[in-house]
């Protein structure tokens, strides 16, 4: 009797085992609605310990040695490093970028983790909770940022909870509260630890003369209209695409007249929608190529055609794309980048390479080896570039040359 009671047992604990296995598991301090957050909206991964991160060097771009008040030696340089990038690419999705680059220095180490530095990805991209190193892989950094704001901008529950309504466009703190109310980061302190950063952030830049995110709003409206469509779904066809590399010192003129010519037909006996194929690779090689409207993206839009030569040149990586009205107001407001020639109606003031803009056109003027000025140009949904047409004057344009 007593061998058969402990056989009973046996059989009893072997069952209460096999149940709690194959039964599901109730967590009652989790709402259902919010069990599996993360996995369902792909939302990054949050390491507050810094678990990935590998102290080492980092690429400092234009870093001036100076720190600012609340920001380490290695987070300055993180900043002034990833900026441009940051700031481009806020105006194309609607998303304060003092609030971005604060997440970057608390998810990547400042750009020393292991993720950052091996893989371009500067937030977890594609690593969860459950499986971290599943982070993806970027060719760049500039693709890196993207992820970032491309995950925002498609995860409906950052869009359910206002991120791209009302001040959170303009307003890092309350894009910061925004995100974290979505579930972004588990640590209690998240939004404490991003609000210290930004405040040092925003102290750089004014220091650095840099826009904030309300004034980049009030320079490029499509910033605030872009927060719109991504609020509405995210209609990528409808949105104005801006973005940036890590801005370096211009090749000059003497490159972007040149690239102008390699880029474009000497003539128009092609087809309207067929791009030098010189261009396709440089629209690709540049990353225009998935930016903009159908046109733009294709190489039959004067935007993308301006965009692609200055990034292709070297002469200005961060040149935005796309419209022609954008593109004007960037060039306005970057005088330490661009000067304002006076337009006087012929060619005696001109150099290769300068730039012509209105409101709804930009072109460059280029030289070819027989002395003779052209306008290199491509028109919107109309024709891809060419060099064909003699210069010709017009008062409508405002002429910008790049400073050396």
Not at 57 to 68: H, Y
Not at 163 to 177: I, K, R
Not at 217 to 245: C, L, R, W
Request: charge should be negative.
């Amino acid at each position: 009797m007593k061998r058969e009671g402990f056989f009973e047992k046996i059989f009893s604990l072997i069952l209460i085992l096999v149940l709690i296995i194959v039964s599901p598991v109730s967590v009652s301090a989790i709402d259902s609605t919010r069990l599996n957050v993360f996995s369902q909206n792909n939302i990054l991964f949050y390491d507050p310990n810094n678990s990935n991160s590998s102290c080492g060097s980092v690429a400092v771009g234009s870093f001036d040695g100076n720190t600012t008040a609340g920001l380490s030696e290695l987070q300055a340089a993180f900043v002034d490093t990833y900026h441009d990038i940051a700031q481009n690419l806020s105006v194309e999705y609607g998303i304060p970028w003092e609030t971005v680059v604060a997440q970057g220095i608390l998810e990547s180490a400042a750009g020393t983790s292991n993720f950052a530095r091996n893989r371009n990805n500067f937030f977890g991209i594609g690593a969860f909770d459950s499986n971290p190193d599943n982070a993806f892989s970027y060719d760049t950094p500039e693709e890196g940022w993207r992820g970032y704001y491309e995950n925002i901008r498609k995860t409906a529950t950052y869009r359910n909870h206002g991120v791209f309504s009302g001040e959170t466009v303009t307003n890092p703190y309350a894009y910061a509260q925004a995100i974290k109310n979505a579930g972004y980061a588990s640590d209690p302190t998240y939004v404490e630890k991003l609000s210290k950063l930004i405040g040092a952030i925003e102290n750089r830049a004014k220091e650095k003369g840099w826009q904030s995110s309300a004034e980049l709003a009030k320079t490029y409206p499509e910033m605030t209209q872009n927060a719109g469509i991504n609020a509405g779904g995210g209609d990528e066809s409808a949105s104005v695409a801006t973005t940036s590399g890590c801005i370096a010192a211009g090749s000059g003129n003497g490159d972007i007249n040149a690239t102008a010519i390699a880029l474009s037909w000497p003539d128009r006996s092609h087809r309207p929608t067929d791009p030098k194929p010189e261009y396709a690779t440089a629209l690709a090689e540049s990353g225009v190529n998935k930016l903009g409207d159908t046109c733009s993206m294709g190489g039959y839009s004067c935007d993308a055609f301006l965009a692609t030569v200055m990034r292709y040149s070297g002469a200005d990586p961060s040149f935005p794309c796309c419209g022609a009205a954008m593109q004007r107001n960037y060039l306005l407001s970057h005088p330490e980048l661009y000067e304002v020639i006076p337009n006087i109606g012929n060619t005696s003031n001109l150099q290769p390479g300068d730039i012509r803009a209105n409101g709804g056109h930009v072109e460059i003027v280029v030289q070819l080896q027989d002395g003779s000025f052209k306008i290199a140009s491509a028109s919107h949904c109309d024709r891809t570039a060419d060099h064909y047409a003699n210069y010709y004057a017009d008062s409508s344009y405002q002429i910008f040359r790049r400073r050396q």
